[in-house]
Protein backbone atom coordinates (compact mmCIF):
# COMPACT_ATOMS: atom_id res chain seq x y z
CA UNK A 1 0.00 0.00 0.00
CA UNK A 2 1.02 3.35 -1.07
CA UNK A 3 2.35 5.97 1.71
CA UNK A 4 3.14 9.63 2.07
CA UNK A 5 4.07 10.89 5.54
CA UNK A 6 5.02 14.20 5.27
CA UNK A 7 7.55 16.13 8.04
CA UNK A 8 8.75 19.68 8.79
CA UNK A 9 5.80 22.14 9.45
CA UNK A 10 5.19 24.35 12.39
CA UNK A 11 5.08 27.81 13.43
CA UNK A 12 7.11 30.66 11.83
CA UNK A 13 6.69 34.46 11.58
CA UNK A 14 5.77 36.14 8.55
CA UNK A 15 9.25 36.30 6.11
CA UNK A 16 10.81 33.25 7.14
CA UNK A 17 11.19 29.98 5.81
CA UNK A 18 10.29 26.37 5.84
CA UNK A 19 11.21 22.95 4.31
CA UNK A 20 8.57 20.43 4.19
CA UNK A 21 9.27 16.79 3.31
CA UNK A 22 7.39 14.26 2.21
CA UNK A 23 8.41 10.40 1.97
CA UNK A 24 6.77 7.95 -0.74
CA UNK A 25 6.69 4.18 0.49
CA UNK A 26 5.26 1.18 -0.93
CA UNK A 27 4.58 2.15 -4.19
CA UNK A 28 3.82 -0.85 -6.73
CA UNK A 29 4.50 1.84 -10.01
CA UNK A 30 7.38 2.48 -10.81
CA UNK A 31 6.97 6.59 -12.31
CA UNK A 32 4.73 9.09 -10.77
CA UNK A 33 4.43 12.36 -9.90
CA UNK A 34 4.11 14.38 -6.79
CA UNK A 35 2.25 17.08 -5.78
CA UNK A 36 1.69 19.43 -2.48
CA UNK A 37 -1.64 20.87 -1.73
CA UNK A 38 -3.28 22.41 1.06
CA UNK A 39 -6.19 23.65 2.80
CA UNK A 40 -6.64 26.46 5.18
CA UNK A 41 -9.84 26.35 7.66
CA UNK A 42 -12.87 27.12 5.81
CA UNK A 43 -11.43 26.95 2.15
CA UNK A 44 -11.14 24.73 -0.74
CA UNK A 45 -7.95 22.47 -0.96
CA UNK A 46 -5.84 23.82 -3.44
CA UNK A 47 -2.88 22.65 -5.20
CA UNK A 48 0.55 24.72 -4.41
CA UNK A 49 3.31 22.78 -6.16
CA UNK A 50 3.66 19.60 -8.38
CA UNK A 51 6.68 18.02 -9.85
CA UNK A 52 6.34 15.59 -12.94
CA UNK A 53 8.76 12.42 -13.30
CA UNK A 54 10.86 14.07 -15.36
CA UNK A 55 10.87 17.55 -13.82
CA UNK A 56 8.48 20.07 -14.96
CA UNK A 57 6.82 22.01 -12.37
CA UNK A 58 3.89 23.73 -11.78
CA UNK A 59 3.08 26.77 -9.06
CA UNK A 60 0.14 28.14 -7.97
CA UNK A 61 0.20 31.87 -8.73
CA UNK A 62 0.45 32.51 -4.77
CA UNK A 63 3.21 31.13 -4.76
CA UNK A 64 5.02 31.63 -7.51
CA UNK A 65 8.96 32.89 -6.78
CA UNK A 66 8.36 32.12 -2.96
CA UNK A 67 7.82 28.26 -3.11
CA UNK A 68 10.30 25.47 -4.90
CA UNK A 69 9.37 21.69 -5.19
CA UNK A 70 11.67 18.94 -5.85
CA UNK A 71 12.28 15.64 -5.68
CA UNK A 72 14.98 13.18 -4.70
CA UNK A 73 14.01 9.80 -6.86
CA UNK A 74 16.97 7.80 -5.42
CA UNK A 75 15.13 8.41 -1.77
CA UNK A 76 11.36 8.56 -3.29
CA UNK A 77 11.13 11.91 -1.57
CA UNK A 78 9.53 15.93 -2.39
CA UNK A 79 10.27 18.51 -0.68
CA UNK A 80 8.74 21.96 -0.61
CA UNK A 81 10.93 25.08 0.19
CA UNK A 82 8.80 27.77 1.36
CA UNK A 83 10.78 31.33 1.61
CA UNK A 84 9.38 34.81 2.27
CA UNK A 85 6.24 33.24 4.57
CA UNK A 86 3.14 35.10 4.89
CA UNK A 87 -0.13 34.68 7.50
CA UNK A 88 -1.91 33.57 4.27
CA UNK A 89 0.04 30.60 3.54
CA UNK A 90 -1.30 29.09 7.00
CA UNK A 91 -2.93 25.89 6.15
CA UNK A 92 -2.35 22.33 6.68
CA UNK A 93 -0.16 21.00 3.73
CA UNK A 94 -0.57 17.40 2.13
CA UNK A 95 1.49 16.36 0.23
CA UNK A 96 -0.23 13.77 -2.70
CA UNK A 97 0.82 11.39 -5.62
CA UNK A 98 -0.52 9.98 -8.96
CA UNK A 99 0.92 7.36 -11.18
CA UNK A 100 2.39 8.74 -14.66
CA UNK A 101 4.76 10.82 -16.15
CA UNK A 102 2.88 13.71 -16.59
CA UNK A 103 1.82 16.26 -14.68
CA UNK A 104 -1.85 15.10 -13.28
CA UNK A 105 -5.03 17.78 -12.94
CA UNK A 106 -5.59 18.19 -9.06
CA UNK A 107 -8.55 15.95 -9.10
CA UNK A 108 -6.58 13.02 -10.57
CA UNK A 109 -4.28 12.99 -7.56
CA UNK A 110 -5.17 9.17 -5.28
CA UNK A 111 -2.14 8.80 -2.81
CA UNK A 112 -2.10 11.49 0.05
CA UNK A 113 -0.52 12.11 2.83
CA UNK A 114 -2.09 12.83 6.31
CA UNK A 115 -0.39 16.23 6.47
CA UNK A 116 1.41 18.57 8.22
CA UNK A 117 0.48 22.05 9.98
CA UNK A 118 2.51 25.45 8.87
CA UNK A 119 1.33 28.09 10.89
CA UNK A 120 2.84 31.84 9.73
CA UNK A 121 2.22 34.60 12.57
CA UNK A 122 2.48 38.01 11.71
Known amino acids: QVQLVESGGGLVQAGNSLRLSCAVSGRTFSVYALGWFRQAPGKERELVAA???????YYADSVKGRFTISRDKANDTTALQMFSLKPEDTATYYC????????????????WGQGTQVTVSS
Open 96 to 111: AARKGLTLPQPKEYNY
Open 51 to 57: ISWFGST
